[in-house]
């Protein structure tokens, strides 16, 4: 088997399969293959395994009996030993949104890098986390508790929550306050979809949809039962002309959906499309 079988086979399994049992880092390299040749998976796998060796290297010589420990032994290792860092000369680099690329260069997007630190973090048996924050990946890391909020993109730096209410309103503006909801773990198939929409973005940006059907096609195989994403495949396999695929995505969306107003709008367009190809 090559590796980009391999890795659409890791796709689909990650699919099939309760969110806590997802391998995120794993699955997150299988997202990158389908788009690099011969991506060589067992090359990363490799210095993903180095990360966690040496993570646990630096936690028993300086001690984990406090989050800030556990988090200066993250940053020792990713950020000071090897080199990982926020991309922020060319932010919106494809690149950025790819696992392997992002491993090659050592620089990505915030959700990129916190998937790594994840990977090392709970390899310790540590409680770490991405949280759903508008806009900018946070990571969490939690002690008991005790919580540290962590900006992987920075280096790991601490955030309070004065920082956090200041990262929001550049985001969302002035009138906006954090809520419980801004500390809300994500789980693992949430993260992967995030880090692939970042990439589907910017494809869709730069005009490319054939391009952006391909990285929608890749959230679908992490989670099929996803009515809005096969609505959005379906949209855009139209657009382009692919009538055919353009209606399984949206009879998916028929079967998936329960919003009374997404099924009838559906359902209008799926008339329209069969008239089109009788």
Known sequence: ???????????????????????????????????????????????????????AEAAQAAGTDDLAARARALAEVLVERYGYQGDRDTYDDLQNANMLRVIDRRKGLPVALAILFIHAGRAQGWHIDGLNFPGHFLLSMNLGAERAVLDPFDGLRPLGARDLRELLTAIEGPGADLSPEHYAPLGNRAMLLRLQNNRKVRLLHDEHRDLAVQALEAMLMIAPGEPSLWHEAGLLHAHLGNLRAAILALEQVMHLSEAPNEQRDVANLLQQLRGRIS
């Open 1 to 55: 088997m090559n590796d980009l079988a391999e890795a659409q086979g890791i796709l689909r399994r990650a699919g099939g399969r309760p969110d806590t049992d997802i391998d995120l880092a794993e699955t997150a390299l299988a997202l990158g293959a389908l788009d690099v040749p011969e991506p060589r998976l067992n090359r990363y796998r490799h210095h993903l395994s180095l990360l966690t060796r040496d993570v």
